[in-house]
């Protein structure tokens, strides 16, 4: 399922994208990576994931939906919640992180 989520009216409802391919990605569309900036280093594994947010203050939270790896943080109401196959982490996955740590991550075209 592709598309794009719009909210009017106080109704919010998905308007599908008849030109996404069967990745549910547009043509013309990149991938995308998720940079760590202090180090420059591209995630490229849920353990490199882990031990950067680990220094960060994150830890793992297992209270949650079996199919999702989670972090959270003590100090906020935060929760990471990621898929539990890698592969299927993409970039609205990325940018939850770049919020959730401002200045600390990045979000690149490959």
Same mark, same amino acid.
């Given at each position: ?21 069967? +990745?549910?990605? /547009? ?6 990576? *998720?940079? =760590? /900036? ?6 490229? %594994?849920? %353990? %490199? /994931?882990?031990?950067? /947010? ?7 939270? =297992? ?12 100090? %906020?109401?935060?929760?990471?919640? *990621? ?11 990325? =940018? +939850? ?6 200045? *600390?991550?990045?979000?690149? +075209?490959?």
């Amino acid at each position: 399922m592709s598309g794009v989520w719009v909210f009017k009216n106080g109704v919010i409802r998905l308007i599908e994208n008849p030109q996404a391919d069967s +990745d549910g990605r /547009l043509g013309n569309s990149r991938r995308k990576v *998720l940079i =760590y /900036l202090p180090t420059g280093q591209a995630v490229s %594994s849920y %353990s %490199s /994931l882990e031990e950067i /947010l680990t220094s960060l203050g994150w830890e793992r939270y =297992y209270g949650g939906d079996p199919e999702l790896f989670q972090f959270h943080k003590r100090s %906020s109401i935060d929760l990471i919640s *990621l898929p539990r196959d890698f592969a299927k982490f993409n970039s609205i996955h990325m =940018y +939850d992180i770049v919020i959730k740590n401002p200045n *600390l991550f990045h979000v690149r +075209d490959v």
